[in-house]
Nanobody, 124 residues
Framework: QVQLVESGGGLVQAGGSLRLSCVVS????????MGWFRQAPGKEREFVAA????????YYADSVKGRFTISRDNARNTVSLQMNSLKPEDTAVYFC?????????????????WGQGTQVTVSS
């Protein structure tokens, strides 16, 4: 069974920073990619960032480019999201997700494994 556990959410003022982490576990699971998605109140869940596990190729939504950085630690089975210059519109529940198959790293429906989510609130 694959499990993803996020941590690092919280309340921060606009312009501040937060770092989210996600640990993935599973006896035989070897991810192709891991991603971060977010869902604001009343809105659909949307792609934020993704990284391929072996090549560390990164992908970002236009809304977070230049402000967020995704990284992974293979040895610790951890993916992190460093969020800088946060804005009130970044307020959402952030979800970590993992997939084992090639392709579709920015597409939510291609990720079968999800964490429980962590709340990020940015005050103005």
């Amino acid at each position: 069974q694959v499990q993803l556990v996020e941590s690092g959410g919280g309340l921060v003022q606009a312009g501040g920073s937060l770092r989210l982490s996600c640990v993935v576990s599973g006896r035989t699971f070897s991810p192709y990619a891991m991603g971060w998605f977010r869902q604001a109140p009343g809105k659909e869940r949307e792609f934020v960032a993704a990284i391929t596990w072996s090549a560390a190729r990164t992908y970002y939504a236009d809304s977070v480019k230049g402000r967020f950085t995704i990284s992974r630690d293979n040895a610790r089975n951890t993916v992190s999201l460093q969020m800088n210059s946060l804005k009130p519109e970044d307020t959402a529940v952030y979800f970590c997700a993992a997939k084992a198959t090639i392709g579709g790293v920015t597409t939510m429906s291609f990720y079968p494994y999800w964490g429980q989510g962590t709340q990020v609130t940015v005050s103005s």
